[in-house]
């Protein structure tokens, strides 16, 4: 906000509007703020931003609390702004894969909503299911991280992850379930889910006998961040004897 910008004063709360793709309202949040002594007395400095038809850019938490506070809300109109605006202008709390998935999902993009409904039929944690379905993209140069971003998920080959989700999840939640104390299982972190993505591709049979015999070895594998490092564990494994 520039030195030039209008700050304008609305006591209707009502005539705000919130963007349907905009993440939810965090009510703690809303307290938190709510409870601030000071911020009746300085929220004025940091006025909400609203596109031209109202529909709020920045600020929802803030809306929600003067609305409960029962004081003026002060704004600026940010001319042009759309849903896409929220994500450059909503800074002070960082926006992470999983707000962007659901951001996205909310606007209608269909592979963002197959993702969502991978996660909740497989019941993992959508980050890992976030993991499993950027290896089955062919989206040429782009981080996972950046893919989500940028909303360019493009899941070409849903049906090799659903025949690897197939051969794969069952097995690590089993081992997860019998785990004492519980935790996450190496083969559900990035760099085994990686490596065991390309066992798969370069032949489906050697998957499924590190899954056949996966569950003997699970707790012995080592940590390890690096994709080759988890490759060759699994190697050693599909090489043992079966117990």
Not at 15 to 35: G, L, Q, W
Not at 226 to 238: G, H, M, T, V
């Amino acid at each position: 906000m520039n030195a030039n910008t209008k700050i304008l004063v609305e006591k209707d709360h009502s005539k705000f509007k919130i963007f349907s793709e905009n993440r939810p309202v965090t009510y703690a949040h809303v307290m938190k703020i709510c409870d601030n002594e000071s911020f009746p007395l300085k929220y004025m400095l940091n006025p909400i931003i609203v596109n031209e038809n109202m529909y709020v850019i920045d600020g929802q938490h803030r809306l929600q609390a003067l609305t409960m506070l029962n004081l003026p809300v002060y704004y600026v109109i940010q001319e042009g702004g759309d849903c896409m605006s929220i994500i450059n202008y909503q800074t002070s709390k960082k926006w992470t894969v999983e707000d962007f998935i659901r951001f996205y999902a909310r606007r209608g993009l269909r592979d963002f909503n197959y993702l969502l409904e991978y996660r909740e039929r497989y019941e993992i944690s959508l980050f890992t299911a976030a993991t499993l379905v950027r290896c089955f993209c062919e989206v040429k140069g782009k981080s996972k991280s950046s893919i989500f971003r940028e909303g360019i998920l493009d899941i070409t080959h849903k049906d090799k992850l659903e025949d690897f989700s197939y051969l794969y999840i069952p097995v690590v939640k089993k081992i997860q379930t019998d785990m004492k104390p519980k935790k996450i299982p190496q083969p559900f972190h990035e760099s085994y889910i990686r490596a065991a993505v390309e066992i798969y591709y370069q032949d489906r049979a050697r998957l499924k006998i590190l899954m056949d015999k996966l569950p003997n070895y699970c707790t012995s594998i080592p940590n390890t961040s690096k994709e080759n490092e988890a490759r060759e564990n699994f190697e050693i494994i599909i090489a043992r004897r079966a117990r």
